[in-house]
């Protein structure tokens, strides 16, 4: 990618994808907070780093703004917002808050490392899952998403919608409990990315998001079933190879044939389920998570 002379940024054919130039070229930091000892990064993107530290025996994960990051309003108010969001869930299937700030090379925040395969390691293998393994894993990802959508606290509900439901973003720790992380582009009760041009995963987002309209929590119905079928079927919910096809498939293909296809080896209610979770219009999906497992 090149800075482009708008300032936007355009793919460079021959980019050199090693991390030295990738550290230097986002400007990124790379650099632990004060106390922490950097271990290794995790995801480098031109907004900003995710990194993984250690402190006393532990390891942790930060998330700070890289250079370019630093000087967009957008990616600043959504890294506080990502803080706050995880200072409020308190653990609620999310990573814990432990530390959050400001050094010399910008905000950051520090949350627990949760000790979890991304579900995208189980799509790797380009098959389907086994049954029993999935039913265990939609089952306890769907309450996942019923305890995050229900979370309050001293001041009433939370209000959360987590924006970004995808494979990358949701964990299976060892314990068999799913876990979501990157509330980068979550909403909350204090307000969300609304407006803004982030647009979620593009195969998994459902149309109203990717179209940059107002997300609730069908959304999050949405992309979750999108994933979950993904896992059953090995088949991706959608075809687009560049992000402009994608965009445009996404915000106006729905993908309920894709979804009726993937659904056929999932036996029960729950197939039944995932398949109305992803309904094009989100007035014709169930309403709440709980909903959905009862319909
Ligand atoms: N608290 C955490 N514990 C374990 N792994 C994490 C944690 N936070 C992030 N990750 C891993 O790092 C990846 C990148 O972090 P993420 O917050 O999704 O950054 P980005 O906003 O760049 O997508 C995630 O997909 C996940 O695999
Ligand atoms: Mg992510």
Same mark, same amino acid.
């Given at each position: ?55 006393? %025996? ?10 370019? %990051? ?23 299937? $999310?990573?814990?808050?432990? @530390? ?32 029993? =393994? ?7 990802? =769907? ?11 001293? *001041? ?27 509330? %980068?582009?979550?909403? =909350? ?29 069908? !959304? ?5 079933? $999108? ?30 044939? =894709? ?13 039944? @389920? ?9 007035? *014709?999906?169930?309403? !709440?998570?709980?909903? @959905?497992?009862?319909?």
């Amino acid at each position: 990618m090149s800075r482009s002379r708008a300032g936007g940024y355009t793919r460079r054919p021959h980019f050199n994808k090693s991390l030295a130039h990738r550290v230097s070229y986002y400007g990124l930091v790379l650099s632990a907070p004060a106390g922490f000892r950097l271990v290794a990064p995790l995801r480098l993107h031109p907004f900003g780093e995710t990194t993984l530290l250690a402190r006393a %025996g532990r390891t942790f994960v930060c998330k700070r703004l890289a250079s370019r %990051g630093r000087s967009e309003a957008e990616a600043r108010e959504r890294l506080l917002r990502e803080a706050a969001i995880l200072r409020a869930l308190d653990g609620c299937r $999310a990573p814990r808050l432990v @530390a959050e700030g400001e050094d010399d090379s910008g905000h950051y925040f520090v949350m627990e490392h949760l000790n979890g395969a991304p579900l995208t390691r189980y799509l790797e293998a380009g098959v389907p899952v086994p049954l029993t =393994w999935f039913h265990l894993v939609a089952a306890d990802a =769907w309450c996942a998403l019923a305890e995050l959508h229900a979370k309050g606290d001293g *001041q009433g509900d939370l209000d959360i919608v987590h924006g970004d439901l995808a494979p990358d973003n949701i964990l299976f720790a060892p314990n068999e409990r799913i876990v979501f992380v990157d509330f %980068g582009l979550a909403s =909350w009760r204090h307000g969300g990315p609304l407006g803004t041009t982030a647009r979620g995963t593009l195969l998994y987002a459902a149309p109203e998001v990717v179209r940059g309209e107002r997300m609730d929590r069908r !959304s999050d119905l949405f992309a979750l079933a $999108a994933t979950l079928l993904h896992l059953a079927c090995a088949k991706a919910p959608r075809q687009g190879k560049t992000e402009a096809t994608l965009v445009l498939e996404a915000g106006e293909e729905p993908i309920e044939r =894709w979804a009726n296809d993937a659904a056929k080896r999932v036996t029960g209610p729950l197939g039944r @389920a995932l398949v109305a979770c992803v309904s094009f219009q989100p007035a *014709q999906r169930p309403s !709440s998570a709980k909903e @959905a497992l009862v319909r």
